[in-house]
T-cell receptor
Framework: EAGVAQSPRYKIIEKRQSVAFWCNPISGHATLYWYQQILGQGPKLLIQFQNNGVVDDSQLPKDRFSAERLKGVDSTLKIQPAKLEDSAVYLC???????????FGPGTRLLVL | QKEVEQNSGPLSVPEGAIASLNCTYSDRGSQSFFWYRQYSGKSPELIMFIYSNGDKEDGRFTAQLNKASQYVSLLIRDSQPSDSATYLCAVISNTGGFKTIFGAGTRLFVKA
């Protein structure tokens, strides 16, 4: 069974630029999560989708971050404009349902200069 | 008060010893509890999950849950150098929706 796919794996941008991340969950997983993990901290949930509907986005900085999950499969997370403090690893995870084990992708390491 | 709290460590134990990792949570509506292991530069991977009070064993790992005390722990028996990693406690609360909250993690070092 293929795991969660993410791209790109690394991204370096300058502040005020925009960036987009892509995630393809495990086939059949209804729930998809985007996390931000800053060095030395635990993952922070940014947004959670159940199929193509948003379940929770309370910690998503909506003035600069946006996410969508069209057709209930893959998802994109966008940052526009980026700030220095957005430098982090962005993890995508999926699960069969919202209370079940989450499987993580390899992450995208973002550096904002 | 942090919603999910872990001792950041590092916790250092000799090879073959028992490592004990602890986690407390603030939301009494929490229903599902997970331990993930994260090696440096890698993504979290599931070690164990537990839903009911008591102990749950899986090989060298035992998860313990006490909902009255809002406490969950992970014991690693016969610790190996390959167990050296950061251990993340994750809690899913159904208060206001099924939201996953991770602790900051405890770094474990197993000395050979």
């Amino acid at each position: 069974e293929a795991g969660v796919a993410q791209s790109p794996r690394y991204k370096i941008i300058e502040k005020r630029q925009s960036v987009a991340f892509w995630c393809n969950p495990i086939s059949g997983h209804a729930t998809l999560y985007w996390y931000q993990q800053i060095l030395g901290q635990g993952p922070k949930l940014l947004i959670q989708f159940q199929n193509n509907g948003v379940v929770d986005d309370s910690q998503l900085p909506k003035d600069r971050f946006s996410a969508e999950r069209l057709k209930g499969v893959d998802s994109t997370l966008k940052i526009q404009p980026a700030k220095l403090e957005d430098s982090a690893v962005y993890l995508c995870a999926s699960s069969t349902y919202r209370e079940e084990t989450q499987y993580f992708g390899p992450g995208t390491r973002l550096l904002v200069l | 008060q942090k919603e999910v709290e872990q001792n950041s460590g590092p916790l250092s134990v000799p090879e073959g010893a028992i490592a004990s990792l602890n986690c407390t949570y603030s939301d009494r509506g929490s229903q599902s509890f997970f331990w993930y292991r994260q090696y440096s530069g890698k993504s979290p991977e599931l070690i164990m999950f537990i839903y009911s009070n008591g102990d749950k064993e899986d090989g060298r790992f035992t998860a313990q849950l006490n909902k009255a005390s809002q406490y969950v722990s992970l014991l690693i028996r016969d610790s190996q150098p390959s167990d050296s990693a950061t251990y993340l406690c994750a809690v899913i609360s159904n208060t206001g929706g099924f939201k996953t909250i991770f602790g900051a993690g405890t770094r474990l070092f197993v000395k050979a």
